[in-house]
């Protein structure tokens, strides 16, 4: 009895594994097609979300049900943040999840099975909260490149604004010329919001509660607010780069004055064994050999 469910869980990982290669196969070099409007960074997902995302229509289900609505609601801003919101849905994100847990279940029954079972739990426990890790450092990816582009999209909407073109009319120009970056896909989805009539301080304050990084927040506030009380926009940007780049410079010293520190257990692990053995290891040798 128990070699034939052993030949099953075998047969049953077999095929699995066969049809996660043909997955990827077909899926490793394509892109993930979208259709939307604005024009987006070119992204790629890593290389396991896209061979288990095809099986959310397995878990589909449970994920859109008034059980996991909460979930749903935690997980919606946060992939706007990660600038995944017109890729993948909160239902799906959710049913993404799932699929990991069924796959982490998967390998900690098999691992109990097979009698390794530390080994197969650590395994399982990193597959099962990959997507929450992915989507954390998408996140933060995200807003490193935002706080380092704002200064220079800021001065750029001041020399305009203050040469006497609208802000509008400068950020379209500014956006034609950069490089799509984080902070350009956002603009521009704000710019053809106000396009199609949206309000700019409606628009202005949509772009900060979808984002919500925090340098590109108080720039927006001190926009609508010279907005609503009629004050020189150019003077409020000018005032805003300013003070973006004060905080990109010191949070770089920040970084450089940490490296020092960082490096030391990297230096202790990897380095120092090596030369204590070049340097201790041909005496021991010689010890070593004189005792013998």
């Known amino acids: 009895m128990y070699g ?13 594994s066969v049809g996660c290669l043909a997955l990827m196969a077909g899926r490793f070099l394509l892109e993930i097609d979208l259709s939307e409007k604005v024009e987006r960074v070119p992204r ?3 290389v396991l979300i896209r061979l288990l ?9 449970l ?3 008034p059980s996991l609505a909460g979930w ?4 919606a801003p946060k992939l706007w943040m990660a600038g995944l919101g017109d890729m993948l849905s909160p239902a799906d994100f959710v049913a993404l999840r799932l699929v990991f847990f069924l796959v982490a279940l998967l390998l900690l029954g098999f691992g109990l099975l097979a009698g390794y079972f530390w080994g197969w739990a650590l395994l399982a426990l990193l597959i099962a909260l990959f997507p929450g890790f992915w989507l954390s450092s998408e996140i933060k990816r995200r807003h490193l490149s935002i706080m380092k582009a704002l200064p220079n999209v800021l001065d750029l909407l001041t020399l305009s604004v203050e040469s006497g073109r609208d802000l509008l009319s400068a950020l379209r120009d500014i956006l034609v010329r950069r490089k799509l970056d984080p902070l350009g896909e956002e603009l ?7 396009q199609f009539g949206r309000k700019r301080t409606e628009a202005l304050r949509a772009l900060a509660q979808r984002v919500r990084q925090t340098d590109l927040t108080a720039a927006l506030n ?4 010279a907005e609503e009380l009629g004050v020189s926009i150019a003077q409020i940007l000018r005032i805003q780069s300013d003070m973006q780049r004060n905080k990109r410079f010191t949070l770089a010293e920040k970084l450089a004055n940490e490296a020092s520190v960082k490096i ?29």
């Not at 052993?6 to 095929?15: E, G, H, P, R, S």
């Not at 995302?53 to 289900?61: A, G």
């Not at 749903?72 to 997980?75: F, H, M, P, Y």
């Not at 001190?222 to 607010?225: K, L």
């Open 53 to 61: 995302l095809p099986f959310i229509t397995v878990t589909r289900p």
């Open 222 to 225: 001190s926009i609508i607010q």
């Open 188 to 194: 521009m989805r704000t710019f053809q919001e106000i």
């Open 63 to 65: 994920a859109t049900g």
């Open 264 to 292: 030391i257990m990297p230096i202790i692990i990897c380095i120092l064994p090596a030369v204590m053995l070049i340097l201790i290891g041909p005496f021991a040798l010689r010890v070593v050999s004189m005792f013998q």
């Open 72 to 75: 749903r609601d935690l997980v």
């Open 44 to 46: 790629r997902l890593p």
């Open 4 to 16: 034939s469910f052993m030949v099953f869980i075998t047969a049953l990982c077999a095929a699995f």
